[in-house]
């Protein structure tokens, strides 16, 4: 099996067994503010589990560049995580089907400028890896109580090479 993996463009349809892609694209589903905003409504399946609820944080990523070297994914097993860039740079975006518990393949996306993803329950996925400064995200996630944070790291290393 190769260990390299080719970015592509991140698409709803292609990280839909994933997570969600976040944007303004189509028309809106409202118009609000006296006519003067669209309204793209409901974007993002958030999970946060019985004992959780929704926080924002934010986080500063130091920008990383292709070639990358993929040696660890990890996933919350107890709720959503959401990935939304406060800037308009692309961003890479590594998610791996679930194995019998562990991952499987990984795929690579490079997001468009406007994009933002949600990592549904239990998706594994690389770190946030901004590939532009500033490395600036809002993100959304569970704040509960126990752990929520699973970790795999690979035998053998991945190369993401661009597409």
């Not at 976040?22 to 409901?42: K, M, T, V, W």
């Not at 929704?54 to 996933?75: K, N, Q, W």
């Not at 393949?105 to 901004?130: E, I, S």
Request: net charge negative; charged share 20%.
């Amino acid at each position: 099996m190769s260990h390299e993996i080719r970015t592509e463009p991140l698409t709803a349809a292609a990280f839909a067994p994933f997570g969600d892609v976040l944007e303004a694209s189509g028309h809106p589903d409202r118009i609000i503010n006296q006519g003067l905003c669209g309204r793209f409504h409901d974007r993002a399946r958030l999970e946060f589990g019985a004992d959780g609820r929704a926080g924002v944080s934010i986080f500063d990523a130091t920008p990383r560049a292709l070639p990358y070297m993929l040696d660890m994914v990890e996933r919350h097993p107890d709720g959503a995580q959401c990935f939304v860039p406060m800037s308009l740079q692309p961003f890479l975006v590594i998610v791996a089907p679930d194995a019998g518990g562990r991952p499987g393949r990984p795929r690579a996306f490079v997001t468009d400028p406007g994009q933002a993803v949600n990592f549904l329950r239990g998706t594994w996925h690389g770190v946030l890896t901004p590939l532009h400064a500033p490395g600036l995200f809002a993100v959304i996630d569970r704040i509960g109580p126990g752990p929520n944070l699973e970790e795999h790291w690979f035998d053998r290393p991945f190369t993401v090479i661009e597409g």
